[in-house]
């Protein structure tokens, strides 16, 4: 009978061709590449399959822009990581096709030679740090858009244009997916600006303060067209901490002209139609950090590090405070009368900072005073 190896014919055979190779079986599933040397030579080097992090960094970026606006792709591996190292170029192609829209595309067949595109940025890129750095530092971006709105999804939203259209519900492709609503009085948008603007104070500082007339700057001025700012007395009292308190290592080096073109700013973005703040709070605030709260760099910010005599810092800062006052209080001059006002220069108790806010016709009521 014979053993069975495997490998071999168990017995012989006269009409069966004798194997002269050994052939083994240890990976079933492993093909055999039965050609000759020459073949192999042929057909060249053995390719390894092809894998993502193989592909350059063009294509790279390509994918990365158009796999929506949550991809991953970033964080997978410090490769990819390194090759969408965020750019100004990848962040306005990533910014274009996952948040900028035509609205009107769908009209495009149907009306015609009359066809208008209307751009339209979707309002949740400002909420995104880098994006709202790069219109910071482009905001000539922005020139092309039609409107900034909410846009939860494009496919409906751009078929509800083509039905409106059909229907002659919109007789103009100009029109805003949102009307703009304005205070009767000022004229100016009841919208307030994003949230994340508000969060980084410094954009109300990067104003080109040595040209004439001042460079104001340029992304709040466009946002302006659409936006206003509701509640001008809490911003100011958020660049004001900002200024005093968490400036300390910004470039270029900031001090208290620039603190008052940025204040400018604020009353001139607000719904208001006017330069002056319609509380007093601002005031008190500026007042506190001049004299009470322990600020860094607090003689450097009011341009006065130079001076050593006590008296003079004082009348320096009366002085400061009295521009504050021209400045942003010159319609309110009735809010100097306030008894929080006076609550606290009794409590700092300088005789010149009262002198000052006396002068422009401040006085305390019969509740301080007693």
Request: aromatic share 10%; charged share 25%; net charge positive.
């Amino acid at each position: 009978m014979g053993y069975v190896k495997s490998g071999y014919a168990t017995r012989p055979n006269k009409r069966a061709k004798k194997v002269r190779e050994k052939v083994y079986y240890e990976h079933i599933g492993k093909r055999r590449n039965t050609g000759t040397t020459a073949d192999r030579k042929k057909q060249g080097p053995k390719r390894s399959p092809l894998r993502l992090q193989d592909l350059s960094q063009d294509v790279l970026e390509r994918i990365f822009v158009f796999s929506g606006r949550n991809s991953p792709l970033p964080l997978l591996n410090r490769h990819f990581s390194k090759c969408l190292k965020p750019s100004q170029y990848l962040i306005e192609q990533y910014l274009s096709v996952n948040f900028v829209f035509d609205v009107n595309a769908a009209l495009k067949a149907s009306s015609g030679s009359s066809y208008r595109p209307w751009w339209v940025l979707a309002e949740c890129a400002l909420d995104v740090p880098l994006i709202l750095q790069f219109l910071n530092a482009s905001p000539s971006f922005l020139d092309f858009i039609d409107e900034i709105a909410a846009v939860e999804d494009v496919g409906a939203t751009q078929q509800l244009r083509f039905e409106q259209f059909q229907n002659t519900l919109l007789q103009n492709l100009e029109t805003p997916l949102k009307s703009l609503e304005v205070d009767p009085t000022t004229d100016k948008s009841l919208r307030d600006l994003p949230a994340a603007v508000y969060k980084y104070p410094a954009l109300f500082f990067e104003n080109d303060i040595l040209t004439k007339p001042v460079l104001y700057n340029q992304l709040l001025l466009r946002l302006h067209s659409e936006y206003a700012i509701q509640n001008p007395s809490l911003t100011a009292d958020s660049i004001l901490q900002w200024f005093f308190i968490d400036s300390a290592g910004v470039t270029p080096q900031l001090d208290i002209n620039h603190l008052f073109f940025a204040l400018n700013l604020v009353t001139h973005l607000s719904v208001q139609n006017k330069r002056s703040f319609e509380d007093v709070n601002p005031l008190i605030l500026f007042i506190d950090f001049l004299y009470i709260s322990v600020t860094p760099r607090l003689l450097q910010l009011l341009l006065c590090e130079k001076l050593k005599d006590a008296h003079l810092i004082s009348a320096r800062k009366a002085k400061i405070v009295g521009k504050f006052i021209r400045k942003f209080y010159s319609n309110e001059l009735g809010l100097l009368c306030e008894d929080d006002l006076w609550i606290k220069l009794n409590e700092i108790k300088d005789h010149a900072l009262v002198e000052k806010v006396s002068g422009y016709g401040g006085k305390p009521s019969f509740n301080v005073v007693k």
